[in-house]
């Protein structure tokens, strides 16, 4: 069979939201990735990829919070049927509600390259914490394995800088 893959976004959507989980990949090839999202209520870390994006929001609307070269952080707003194209290196943090879907592809990452996840003080804006991940297969949902490591940690939800303490999955 030629691998020519056809992705059926009605019946993913559907089946992420009938089984809770929050990523279905479509296919990882040698050069490409492509997956549906369902939106995480708890999502405040800031993506670092070392591929470019881009997102197409499936159903509902997406604030896709980014931070620009100087640090400040700024908010596009992307309603349904809407793409766009966020470059490598670009903090980003995609929120998005739970009945939300979100159309992401990316290249899949060369041997060395890694991907970063950033938190940032809710009081202060200083960054608290980082967790690093090769991401070689999507379907262990990185993003997912990032959050285990920040959620379960007081000390990485701190704030060294004015000791506030991140609330973790109850962020708003
Ligand atoms: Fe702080």
């Not at 620009?68 to 943090?93: F, N, Q």
Request: proline letters at 6%; one cysteine or more; aromatic letters at 12%.
């Amino acid at each position: 069979m030629l691998p020519m893959p056809i992705a059926d976004h009605d019946a993913i959507t559907e089946e992420l939201a009938e089984t809770g989980r929050y990523v279905k990949v479509l296919w990882q090839s040698d050069d490409t990735l492509m997956f549906i999202a369902r939106g995480r209520a708890y999502r405040s870390e800031f993506h670092i990829n070392p591929s470019d994006e881009h997102m197409t929001v499936l159903k509902g609307e997406m604030k896709l919070h980014y931070r620009k070269p100087d640090g400040s952080e700024d908010i596009a707003v992307l309603k349904e049927g809407e793409t766009i194209y966020t470059a490598a290196g670009i903090p980003h943090s995609p929120r998005f509600p739970e009945d939300a879907f979100l159309l992401v592809g990316e290249r899949m990452r060369r041997s060395g390259e890694t991907d970063s996840f950033q938190w940032f003080c809710p009081n202060c804006d200083a960054q608290i914490h980082e967790e690093f991940f090769v991401v070689d297969d999507y379907t262990k949902d990185p993003v997912s394995r990032a959050y285990d490591n920040f959620f379960d940690s007081i000390p990485a939800r701190t704030c060294d800088k004015c000791h506030t303490v991140h609330p973790g999955r109850d962020f708003e």
